[in-house]
């Protein structure tokens, strides 16, 4: 049973259209999170929501808008696709709680988007 | 200043021998944890240890174990008795802080397991 499943793992697609990327968590987790793995590996957060408020939100194009609709749940809509937007983008969680260290990150497989 | 800083892009290790990758973190906060991640050709992402900052022990895992420096902000992480399957990405992480923070991840280090 996945805990962290990402749909779908793969996605070609030409510039300009809108695409979208949907996440599970089953871990009962209450933050989950985007994360963009470029080329050379480096992985960016882009977007976090914590009990489906938006936590963080990086200096990410407004052409990327994530949608939780309840806490174990965090897509990823695109729109106008470019050709630098291909990447690997993970869906990942953690358990957080007020006052403590923070959980581990349980990723998922990943989406490798290639933008055509 | 970079949160994680891993100075090994690539390393190469003979089977069987230990290793040890580098990652030194920059937080000024004195609640953290460091971890590391490995990610094979594969692509997913595989947690491999944990260290918090309050912790008196190195933390250890089979046959990882995190060479926890407080003072010299490092947290090498070392695999013993090397495997072909130890051939991935190795990233070091940092959260600083308590309750919901963010992660901070360094660039990598490719290890490559020679047999």
């Given at each position: 049973d996945t805990?962290?499943?990402?749909?779908?793992k793969y996605l070609v697609t030409q510039m300009g259209n809108d695409k979208s990327i949907k996440c599970e968590q089953n871990l009962g987790h209450d933050t989950m999170y985007w994360y963009?793995?470029?080329?050379?590996k480096f992985l960016k957060i882009m977007f976090s929501y914590n009990n489906k408020e938006l936590i963080i939100n990086e200096t990410v194009p407004n052409r990327f808008s994530p949608?939780?609709?309840d806490k174990a749940h965090?897509?990823?809509?695109?729109n106008s696709l470019e050709l630098g937007d291909?990447?690997?983008?993970?869906?990942?969680?953690?358990?957080d709680t007020a006052g403590r260290l923070g959980g581990e990150l349980f990723f998922g497989e990943g989406s490798r988007l290639t933008v055509l | 200043a970079q949160k994680i800083t891993q100075t090994q892009p690539g390393m190469f290790v003979q089977e069987k021998e230990a290793v040890t990758l580098d990652c030194t973190y920059d937080t000024s906060d004195p609640s953290y944890g460091l971890f590391w991640y490995k990610q094979p050709s594969s692509g997913e992402m595989i947690f491999l240890i944990y260290?918090?900052?309050?912790?008196?022990?190195?933390a250890t895992e089979g046959r990882y174990s995190l060479n926890f420096q407080k003072a010299r902000k490092s947290a090498n992480l070392v695999i013993s008795a090397s495997q072909l399957g130890d051939s991935a990405m190795y990233f070091c992480a940092m959260?600083?802080?308590?309750?919901f923070n963010k992660f901070y991840f360094g660039s990598g280090t490719k290890l490559n397991v020679k047999p």
């Open positions: 805990a962290v499943s990402q749909t779908p963009k793995q470029d080329s050379k949608k939780s609709p965090l897509n990823l809509h695109i291909s990447a690997v983008y993970f869906c990942a969680s953690s358990q | 260290q918090g900052s309050y912790d008196q022990q190195n959260r600083e802080g308590l309750g």
